[in-house]
């Protein structure tokens, strides 16, 4: 069960602070054992006031001034409560500040704060003029927490140490030397950030902040690695409201980055195992629009980094979204850390290897029934299929894969499209195409070749990383097929053609390499015989394309 000294306790230990001093009085140790018992990562210095029944919080200040001298100091009473969002944005304030409201009503009996020319003035009861409603809740910095300390110390040392200035308020030693002192009122407007001084207080307080851990927050995710920045983004989220993280799913990843190293599944699962993450869910589009009318998040978290380039229209949808129901877009500076970007190169090196590699196109083709190949020929025209990407509308395009084209390995070396350069030379090309590159390939392996001589070119393509091998139907001196029946060309026997692609199925090491027929039937003018031609190529391991 959560306390107000629990969540005071906890937010301070999400701030980073180590060190807590707490100035106890009758029950000093009921409070040392509870606050022990929590379990947080914090050295308490417990001050205890033995005089509290006849002085006020400035003595037991006094008491602990041996462990609040010389540091920047977060300063807050014991009865507060504040939510997170309003906590950690304040201290997050360059300066000295003191939590407040400039719309909230002035409490009668409670601290207000004049304001002169920008800074707190005078902190009181019974301060009306130029104020605003106040909260015990100060970030000071070294300077000024020592002028302040040092009003303190000197109103408890008067009259030969009696007791009646150490009944006062610290706020009237702060009054003494507010000049002196930089001090701004942080503006929490209506959000909570309130004592507890009764019950009617602390119902108040326990429905607003019931409100408060209602709230939703939503971010969007597609990577497959953790790094700080991204823990930056939740721990933030979750200062906010309860996480719901939107995964996207790997069709959505691969459609304008590299393909993802983990799929789906386990990346969602990644997600699931984070501590305070509320819960995880699929988004299928980049644009967020689905999941924002289902769960209708009151904060949609995100770096700033789509504020321009491809990503704007998806932002400027969000907004359209979010201000349809008065939900609220948050967004925090973009972390360009050069360690994320070698994360990333390490991930596309992984990528590029060949047992990784290979596999990839069946899984595109699996997610998305198809896949947009563009022809390779060497490794410049390899980068150039990479790297090439539409943007339109909030949405990226590019390639899945790469066709490695016998007419153009064979133009390109100034040779016919005969089968005239040798399976040396073209592993060469596809070595050089792989080298630079990460997307999966699919080599034009021509015939094939005889049978004896495709079950080695399987084995070379596989340990080469090749996702795909796609032979014709032909036999003879092989003759390029956009010259159709204007030379003469053989087709093969389904018999015979079946038998090569059968041995070269028993030949590959792997499930993720692909044999693929392409059958030439209606170019060459020979008739429809594609059901079965395919169903016997099927029935030996292979698949079936008709080249119309």
Same mark, same amino acid.
């Given at each position: ?22 100035? %106890? ?27 509290? +029944? ?28 504040? +939510? ?14 003191? /939590?407040?409201?400039?719309?909230? +009503? ?9 304001? %002169?020319?920008?800074? !707190? ?31 303190? !110390? ?5 009259? *030969? ?27 929490? *407007? ?55 993280? *939107? ?115 069946? &899984? ?30 909030? /949405? ?34 596809? +070595?050089? !195409? ?41 036999? *003879? ?17 389904? /018999? ?21 027929? &392409? ?30």
């Amino acid at each position: 069960m959560e306390t107000i000294l629990s969540r005071q306790l906890r937010q301070i230990q999400e701030l980073g602070i180590q060190e807590v001093v707490i100035t %106890t009085g009758p029950f000093e140790e009921k409070l040392m054992h509870y606050v022990e018992s929590l379990g947080l990562d914090l050295n308490y210095h417990f001050v205890r006031n033995p005089l509290y +029944e006849e002085t006020n919080y400035i003595y037991s200040i006094y008491l602990a001034k041996e462990f609040l001298e010389d540091t920047d100091l977060l300063l807050l009473h014991g009865d507060l409560v504040v +939510e997170d969002e309003v906590f950690f944005d304040f201290c997050e304030q360059e300066g000295s500040f003191m /939590a407040g409201s400039t719309t909230k +009503e002035l409490p009668e009996k409670d601290f207000k704060a004049e304001i %002169t020319d920008g800074k !707190i003035s005078k902190i009181g009861i019974y301060c009306f003029d130029h104020a605003y409603s106040a909260e015990p809740l100060y970030k000071l910095t070294k300077e000024d927490w020592k002028i302040w300390l040092s009003a303190i !110390i000197d109103f408890c040392e008067r009259e *030969g140490g009696g007791t009646p200035w150490k009944k006062q308020y610290a706020e009237e030693a702060f009054n003494t030397v507010s000049e002196r002192m930089e001090l701004q009122l942080y503006d929490a *407007g209506e959000k909570l950030c309130q004592e507890v001084d009764n019950p009617e207080d602390l119902a108040v307080v326990m429905h607003l902040l019931s409100a408060v851990k209602k709230r939703t927050v939503y971010l969007s995710f597609s990577t497959d690695i953790l790094h700080d920045g991204h823990f930056f983004l939740i721990r933030r989220a979750k200062r906010l409201g309860r996480v719901i993280i *939107g995964v996207l799913t790997d069709e959505v990843v691969s459609s304008y980055k590299r393909y993802p190293l983990l799929p789906f599944s386990e990346r969602k699962a990644m997600f699931e195992n984070i501590s305070g993450v509320y819960r995880v869910v699929e988004q299928d589009t980049l644009s967020y629009r689905k999941n924002l009318e289902r769960f209708k998040p009151d904060f949609v978290v995100h770096g700033d980094d789509w504020q321009s380039g491809f990503q704007r229209p998806i932002r400027d949808e969000v907004c359209s979204i979010l201000a349809e129901y008065g939900g609220k877009l948050v967004e925090f500076p973009y972390n360009r850390n050069e360690r994320y970007q070698d994360l990333d190169k390490r991930s596309r090196a992984d990528l590029a290897m060949p047992d990784f590699r290979r596999g990839r196109l069946r &899984r595109e083709l699996k997610l998305k029934g198809f896949v947009n190949a563009m022809e390779a020929h060497d490794g410049l025209t390899g980068l150039i299929v990479e790297n090439t990407k539409v943007y339109k509308e909030g /949405a990226a395009h590019q390639f899945d894969a790469m066709w490695v084209s016998s007419l153009c390995d064979s133009t390109a070396k100034g040779k016919p499209d005969i089968e005239l350069v040798d399976m040396s030379s073209r592993f060469r090309t596809i +070595e050089d !195409i792989t080298e630079v590159t990460t997307k999966p390939s699919i080599f034009d392996g021509d015939t094939g070749g005889i049978k004896e001589h495709f079950v080695y070119t399987v084995r070379s393509l596989e340990r080469l990383g090749v996702s795909m091998v796609i032979i014709e139907d032909k036999t *003879g001196l092989k003759k390029n097929s956009l010259f159709g029946t204007e030379v003469e060309q053989t087709q093969d026997s389904i /018999a015979h053609f079946s038998e090569k692609i059968r041995a070269g199925k028993n030949a590959q090491r792997t499930k993720e390499f692909m044999i693929c027929a &392409r059958i030439e039937s209606l170019i060459l003018e020979k008739g429809w015989r594609m059901p079965g031609t395919c169903l016997c190529l099927c029935e030996s391991g292979g698949g079936c394309h008709h080249d119309p």
